[in-house]
């Protein structure tokens, strides 16, 4: 794991960093495309909904910001992102808080 990302600042991140990085967030990406299609319903019992929506908007615009998913593997969970988005920005735009 070292190998991939240094401790120590004096050893270089390797020359495919980025590529590695690609694939764990496109697999963390299948993670959550998992938990939203098959335990949802658990994640709203529990009352977390809101909780796991924040992660997954945080964790969308890293990675669109960087460029580190395909959208053809962000289409998984198109609909839901583009709700969740849309109800971000009606929040702010109609005066909600964030």
Same mark, same amino acid.
């Given at each position: 794991?070292?190998?991939?990302?240094?401790?120590?600042?004096?050893?270089?991140?390797?020359?495919?960093?980025?590529?590695?990085?690609?694939?764990? *967030?496109?697999?963390? $990406?299948?993670? =959550? !495309?998992?938990? %939203?299609?098959?335990?949802?319903?658990?994640?709203?019992?529990?009352?977390?909904?809101?909780?796991?929506?924040? *992660?997954?908007?945080? $964790?969308?615009? =890293? !990675?669109?910001? %960087?460029?580190?998913?395909?959208?053809?593997?962000?289409?998984?969970?198109?609909?839901?992102?583009?709700?969740? *988005?849309?109800?971000?920005?009606?929040?702010?735009?109609?005066?909600?808080?964030?």
């Amino acid at each position: 794991m070292r190998r991939f990302f240094p401790s120590n600042t004096s050893v270089p991140f390797p020359k495919d960093f980025r590529q590695i990085c690609k694939k764990i *967030l496109t697999r963390l $990406f299948r993670v =959550f !495309v998992h938990v %939203y299609i098959h335990h949802f319903d658990r994640i709203r019992e529990l009352g977390a909904e809101p909780h796991a929506n924040t *992660l997954y908007k945080h $964790f969308y615009y =890293f !990675v669109t910001e %960087y460029g580190l998913v395909s959208t053809k593997e962000l289409d998984a969970l198109k609909d839901m992102t583009e709700r969740l *988005l849309d109800s971000s920005q009606s929040r702010r735009t109609y005066g909600g808080s964030r």
